[in-house]
DNA sequence: GCCATAAACTTGAGTACTCAAAGACAAGGC
DNA sequence: GCCTTGTCTTTGAGTACTCAAGTTTATGGC
C-alpha cells in the first residue's frame, strides 16, 4: 500500500479516537461534544463573538444545514444567541451570550487538559507537536489558532 | 490556546477535507464510500480475507453495532459474504467474496491515486509523508500498512 | 447435567451530519 | 419599478454511526 494511503487511513483513525477522548471529557464535565466545543470557540475567535452562519460553515467545514443544526441546542441552552443584520435581513447572526463565553472558558480548559493528556510523555517532545501542527496545517484543514 | 489543542483541532478538520475527497472520487467510480473501502482493506489484509465482526470492529474502531449496519450493503452488492465458524455458533465471520477482491482491487487504485494528489507537489517531499505517518501512529491510530 | 456469567451479534431509538429543495431577501440591469 | 439572478438560511429525507437492550450460544464451577 502505498504511504500517501496509509497517512491518510490513519489521520482518520487517529481522529475517531480523538474525538472520542475529547467528547467523553467535555460532554461529562460541561455536557458539550467537541463538535459544539469548535463551534463556541470559533464564533469566540470572531471579532465582536459574532459570525454570519455562511461564515461559520466555511470556516468549521460544515454545510450551512448542518451549522443551523448545530446552533440549535446550543441556543437552547443560551449559549448562544441569534442576531439579526440591519443591512441584510437574510442573514442571521449566531453570537456568544455572556453565559456562553464563561462556559466557554471553562469547556477551554478541560479541552487544554485532555489535549495535555494526549500529548503528554517522553513519546511527545515539544518539537514533535510542532512538527505535527505544521505538516496537518500543510494538509489544508484551516486551523483556529491565534485567530 | 495551547499548541496540543490546536492540532487536535487540525487534525480533526483535516480529517473531515481529507474523508470529502475519498468519498467523492470512491462513490463516483466504484460506489462506495471511505468507510466501506477500509473495511474491505481490513479484510483482504486478513488471513483468509475473513474476520470475525467483533475484530473487525475493534481494528477500525468501531462498534460492533457499527459493523453490522456497514456490512449489510456489502453484503447485498455481493462484495462480502456471512461465514460460520463451526466451533462457535455465535460468531459471523464477514468474509470477502471473489468479486470483492476484484473491486477492491480497482478501489485500491483510485484510492492511491487520490491519496498522490493529496501529497502531491513540492509541499510534499516524501520525508514529510513518512514523518507524518510516524506521528499519526504515536498518536495512537492502529494503522493498516503492511498487515 | 445445570446454572451463572460472559461473549458475539443484531436491533430500536437517538444523534449528527449530508444533499436537495424551498422561502425570503438583495442587487443590478433595464 | 420590475425581473432575474444570486445569497442566506431553514427544512425534509436519507446515511452512518452511537448506546442500550435483547437473543443466542459458549464456558466453567459445582
Redesign the interface.
Same mark, same amino acid.
Given at each position: 500500500?502505498?504511504?500517501?494511503?496509509?497517512?491518510?487511513?490513519?489521520?482518520?483513525?487517529?481522529?475517531?479516537?480523538?474525538?472520542r477522548r475529547?467528547d467523553a471529557r467535555l460532554g461529562g464535565l460541561h455536557g458539550v461534544s467537541?463538535a459544539d466545543f469548535?463551534l463556541l470557540?470559533r464564533l469566540d475567535q470572531a471579532p465582536g463573538g459574532r459570525m454570519r452562519r455562511v461564515d461559520l460553515a466555511e470556516s468549521?467545514?460544515l454545510t450551512a444545514s448542518g451549522v443551523t443544526r448545530g446552533l440549535a441546542p446550543l441556543e437552547r441552552i443560551g449559549l448562544v444567541t441569534r442576531e439579526t443584520d440591519a443591512r441584510d435581513a437574510r442573514v442571521a447572526y449566531a453570537a456568544l451570550t455572556g453565559t456562553g463565553r464563561r462556559r466557554l472558558a471553562e469547556m477551554?480548559t478541560t479541552?487544554?487538559e485532555?489535549?495535555?493528556e494526549?500529548?503528554a510523555g517522553p513519546?511527545?517532545p *515539544?518539537a514533535?507537536?510542532? !512538527? /505535527? *501542527?505544521d505538516?496537518?496545517? !500543510? /494538509?489544508?484543514?484551516?486551523?483556529? !489558532?491565534?485567530r
Open positions: 500500500m502505498s504511504e500517501g494511503l496509509d497517512v491518510a487511513l490513519r489521520l482518520v483513525r487517529a481522529q475517531s479516537a480523538l474525538v475529547f467537541l469548535t470557540l468549521l467545514g477551554r479541552a487544554e485532555t489535549a495535555a494526549v500529548f513519546a511527545w *515539544a514533535d507537536i510542532a !512538527r /505535527l *501542527a505538516l496537518l496545517t !500543510r /494538509l489544508g484543514g484551516t486551523g483556529l !489558532r491565534g
